[in-house]
C-alpha cells in the first residue's frame, strides 16, 4: 500500500466509535488494529488483539507544578483528558499491559501509579524496573533487547533525550516496536532525529511511526523532543511508512503546537504525510 493510500486508511479510521474501540480486544479480531491519543505521549495501542497503554500521565488540568526553566509558569498537564472519569475507569479496566519508555513525569506520573491496577503487566526499560517495582507493581518486565508477548515481537530502541549536558541530564530514554506478520509499528520515544532513531528504521521497516514531537526545550540547551525538522528528516527515511505526530498541546516545555508542525510541513509539502491526530482521535491501520 502506498503511503497516500495508507493515510487515507488512516483518516477515515479516525472515525471508529468509541463502542468498536470498548470492543476491540472481546472481538478478538486479530485484524483491526489501530491507536488511540489520550493526551500528549499517552495512548493505547491495540494490536493482535491485546489493548496496551503507553507512557500514561493522568493527572487532571493542573495538577502538577511546571517544568521549571521553561520560560513560564504554565501548570501541567494543560489540558484535560477526553475522557469522563467514568469513561476513563473502563478504559482502564480492560488493558493488557502498560508499556513505559521511560519515568519522567509527564509519560509515569503519580495518578497513574494510584490508579492503574497493580497486577497489570508494566513493560519498562531496565534502569526504570526497580522504580516501578518499589511502586507496589507485581508484574514488572524490563525489555532489554527482545521479547515475545501477546503473540508479538517487542523490540526496544533507544534514543537520544536532547544533547550535550541536557541530554545527559535527561537519562536514558527507549522507544518500542511491535510486529506482527502483517504490521510493524515503531513508537520512537522521548527523542530527537539521532543514529539510534536511523538504526531502528532501517532494522525494522516499519509501517507506522509515532513521533513525540513538540520540540520541548529549556531556557539553555537545544531540543529535547522532535523539532518540525527533526520529523522532516525522520520522513526521508521512513519509505511508505505513516508518521504519526503526537506530544503537543500538554507540558509548558514543549515549544512546538500543533499548528507549528501542520504549517511547517505545509512550507516543504510534507503535510500530507504526517498524521496529527487530536486528542481522543483513533487512527486505525
Known amino acids: 500500500m502506498k503511503r497516500k493510500e495508507f493515510l487515507l486508511t488512516l483518516i477515515k479510521g479516525a472515525a471508529l466509535s468509541p463502542l468498536l474501540a470498548a470492543n476491540a480486544t472481546a472481538m478478538n479480531n486479530n485484524n483491526l488494529q489501530f491507536i488511540q491519543l489520550w493526551r500528549h505521549a499517552t495512548m493505547t495501542l491495540t494490536m493482535n488483539g491485546r489493548k496496551i497503554l503507553i507512557d500514561p500521565m493522568l493527572s487532571p488540568k493542573d495538577a502538577m507544578d511546571p517544568v521549571q526553566n521553561a520560560g513560564n509558569t504554565l501548570r501541567i498537564p494543560m ?25 519522567h513525569r509527564d509519560h509515569w506520573d503519580d495518578a497513574a501509579i494510584n490508579m492503574l491496577d497493580k497486577g497489570t503487566p508494566i513493560f519498562c526499560q531496565p534502569p526504570d524496573y526497580e522504580k516501578i517495582q518499589g511502586a507496589g507493581f507485581l508484574d514488572v518486565r524490563k525489555i532489554d533487547k527482545e521479547i515475545e508477548w501477546g503473540g508479538m515481537k ?7 533525550h536532547g544533547t550535550g549536558e541536557i541530554g545527559q541530564k535527561m537519562g536514558e530514554v527507549s522507544g ?8 510493524t509499528v515503531y513508537l520512537a520515544g ?32 537545544g531540543p529535547i523532543t522532535m523539532t518540525p525538522a527533526d520529523v522532516k528528516e525522520t520522513l ?11 506530544h503537543m498541546d500538554t507540558i509548558n516545555h514543549c515549544v512546538v503546537k500543533r499548528t507549528d508542525l ?24
Not at 79 to 103: C, K, N
Not at 154 to 160: L, V
Not at 265 to 283: M, N, R, S
Open 154 to 160: 517487542i523490540y526496544r530502541t533507544k534514543g537520544r
Open 236 to 246: 526521508r527515511h521512513t519509505g511508505e511508512a505513516v508518521v504519526v505526530a503526537v
Open 79 to 103: 489540558v484535560e483528558l477526553p475522557f469522563t472519569p467514568e469513561e476513563l475507569t473502563s478504559q482502564l479496566s480492560d488493558l493488557d499491559a502498560v508499556f513505559v519508555t521511560h519515568t
Open 262 to 285: 501542520r504549517d511547517s510541513l505545509k512550507t516543504t509539502g510534507d503535510a500530507g504525510k504526517v498524521f496529527i491526530p487530536a486528542d481522543g482521535e483513533q487512527v486505525a491501520f
Open 176 to 183: 518500542f516496536v511491535f510486529q506482527i506478520n502483517t504490521t
Open 190 to 221: 522521548d527523542t530527537i532525529w539521532c543514529p539510534e532513531v536511523e538504526e531502528a528504521l532501517k532494522k525494522h521497516h516499519p509501517d507506522v511511526v509515532v513521533l513525540n514531537t513538540g520540540g520541548a526545550k529549556f531556557l539553555t540547551g
